[in-house]
C-alpha cells in the first residue's frame, strides 16, 4: 500500500488545520493508521494512531484535547484535525501504517510510510 499525507501549510498560533492521509493499493480496513512528526534536529514522535476495527484511537501527551484522528466514509482517507496549533507543534507530518491492526506508537512497528507534509506554525 502506498500512502500520500498531504494539507500541510503555515498557520499562525491558534489555528487549526486538518492533514489528509489517502492510501493507494490497498484500503484501511486492514491496518491501523499513524500520524508522526520530525521537527528539525529531532527524532520522529509518535503523534496519534487509529485502528478500522475496532475504532480505538491513541494520542500523544503533547497533542491530546487539541488533535483529532479520525476516517473517512472511505476506507482509504485518515485526517488529521489540529486545533489550537502551537509553534512546537511545527514539524514535517508523516502518516504510516503497520502491517497490523493494532495501534503501536515505536516508528519502528510502521512499515508504510507517506512522503510527509510540513507544517509551521507561527508565534
Known amino acids: 500500500v502506498q500512502l500520500q499525507a498531504s494539507g500541510g501549510g503555515l498557520v499562525r498560533a491558534g489555528d487549526s488545520l486538518t492533514l489528509s492521509c489517502t492510501a493507494s493499493?490497498?484500503?484501511?480496513?486492514?491496518?491501523?493508521v499513524g500520524w508522526f512528526r520530525q521537527a528539525p534536529g529531532k527524532v520522529r514522535e509518535f503523534v496519534a494512531a487509529?485502528?478500522?476495527?475496532?475504532?480505538?484511537?491513541r494520542y500523544s501527551d503533547s497533542v491530546e484535547g487539541r488533535f483529532t484522528i479520525s476516517r473517512g466514509n472511505a476506507k482509504n482517507t485518515v485526517y488529521l484535525q489540529m486545533n489550537s496549533l502551537k509553534p512546537e507543534d511545527t514539524a514535517v507530518y508523516y502518516c504510516?501504517?503497520?502491517?497490523?491492526?493494532?495501534?503501536?506508537?515505536?516508528?519502528?512497528?510502521?512499515?508504510?510510510w507517506g512522503q510527509g507534509t510540513q507544517v509551521t506554525v507561527s508565534s
Open positions: 487509529i485502528s478500522w476495527n475496532p475504532g480505538m484511537t
Open positions: 504510516a501504517a503497520p502491517e497490523s491492526r493494532q495501534i503501536y506508537r515505536d516508528v519502528r512497528d510502521y512499515t508504510y
Open positions: 493499493g490497498g484500503t484501511f480496513s486492514d491496518y491501523a
